[in-house]
C-alpha cells in the first residue's frame, strides 16, 4: 500500500514599513514548507529583520497596487497550496493544525474562508462590522488568482469550491489612532483609483450621503454602538476611508481633464 504523499505548504507575506509586524508573524508562520516575503522596498527595518530569518526568502518589488504584488508573490511559490498572511495577522495553534489537517485531506474545495477576530489596542473588537468578516487566505496556487481592478481589499477569483476553517484568524489591524487613520486615508486613495476606471462621476451623494451610510451602518446595523467608545472610533474612520475615495476621485477626475486640454 503506497501512502498519500504528504501536501506542502508556502505562506506568503508583502510588507512595507512592518518592522514592528515582521517579527512575529514570520515565526508565527515556521511550520510552513516555504515562507516568501515580498517587500515593498520598506524604509524601516522590516528588510533586515525578514533577511535575519533563514529559513525565508525575501525579495523586494517597487509596489504598484496589493493586486499585483500580491499575484507576484503567488508566481514565486513553489508548493501547490498557499497560506497568504497580512502582516499583522496571526494564527492560532488550533487554526495551525486544522490547515495541516486540511491540505492534507481528499477535499474537493479549492480554497478556503477563515472568519477573522479583529483586535483593538490588543483587545477583541465584537460588534463594528468585524463580527462576520472573513477572507480566502488559504487556496490551491493552480486554481486563483487575484483580480487586477480590484487594487485594494483585493479579490481572490477561484476556480473550483471553496470552503470554511473552523477556527479564526487574529487581525492585529488597530495599534494606534495615527496609524489606522493614514491605512483607512491610503485605502480611500487606492478606491479612488478604481472608481476613476469604472469612471464614476462624483457628485453630492458620494461626497456626503456615502460616507454617513457607511458610519451609520457599521455604528447602528452592524452594532458598533456596543463596542463603546472603540465602536465610535472604527465606525468613523472607515466612513473618513469613503470620504477621502470621493474627493481623491475629484482630484484626479480634475487632473485628467486639465491633461487632455
Known amino acids: 500500500m503506497t501512502l498519500p504523499k504528504k501536501q506542502t505548504l508556502t505562506a ?17 508562520l515556521t511550520f510552513a514548507d516555504e515562507i516568501i516575503v515580498v517587500d515593498s ?6 528588510f533586515a529583520i525578514a533577511s535575519s530569518f533563514k529559513n525565508v526568502k525575501i525579495v523586494q518589488r517597487v509596489f504598484d497596487n ?17 497560506l497568504f498572511i497580512d502582516a499583522d495577522e496571526r494564527l492560532t495553534t488550533e487554526l495551525e493544525k486544522e490547515i495541516s489537517s486540511i491540505i492534507n485531506e481528499q477535499s ?34 493552480e486554481n486563483a488568482h487575484y483580480n487586477h481592478e480590484k487594487i485594494v481589499h483585493e479579490k481572490l477569483i477561484i476556480a473550483g469550491e471553496t470552503g470554511k476553517l473552523k477556527n479564526r484568524l487574529i487581525h ?13 486615508i491610503h485605502y480611500g486613495q487606492l478606491k479612488a483609483q478604481e472608481e476613476l476606471v469604472k469612471k464614476t462621476k462624483p457628485h453630492f451623494f458620494h461626497f456626503y450621503i456615502r460616507p454617513v451610510y457607511q458610519f451609520l451602518n457599521q455604528y447602528i446595523l452592524r452594532l458598533g454602538i456596543l463596542d463603546g467608545k472603540k465602536g465610535i472610533i472604527i465606525c468613523y474612520l472607515n466612513a473618513l ?5 470621493f474627493q481623491e476621485l475629484k482630484n484626479l477626475r480634475s487632473k485628467t481633464t486639465i491633461s487632455r486640454t
Open 12 to 28: 506568503l507575506v508583502i510588507t512595507y514599513n512592518e518592522e514592528q509586524n515582521i517579527k512575529a508573524v514570520l515565526k508565527n
Open 66 to 82: 496589493f493586486a499585483s504584488q500580491r499575484n507576484y508573490a503567488l508566481s514565486l511559490a513553489t508548493n501547490s497550496w498557499i
Open 108 to 141: 474537493s474545495a479549492s480554497a478556503y474562508f477563515m472568519y477573522r477576530t479583529f483586535m483593538f489596542q490588543n483587545k477583541k473588537l465584537c460588534f463594528s462590522g468585524w463580527q462576520t468578516d472573513k477572507i480566502i487566505r488559504l487556496f490551491k496556487k
Open 172 to 184: 492585529y489591524s488597530y495599534s494606534t489612532y495615527d496609524d489606522y487613520k493614514q491605512k483607512m
Open 41 to 46: 522596498f520598506s524604509l524601516d527595518a522590516t
Open 241 to 245: 476611508s469613503v470620504a477621502v475615495r
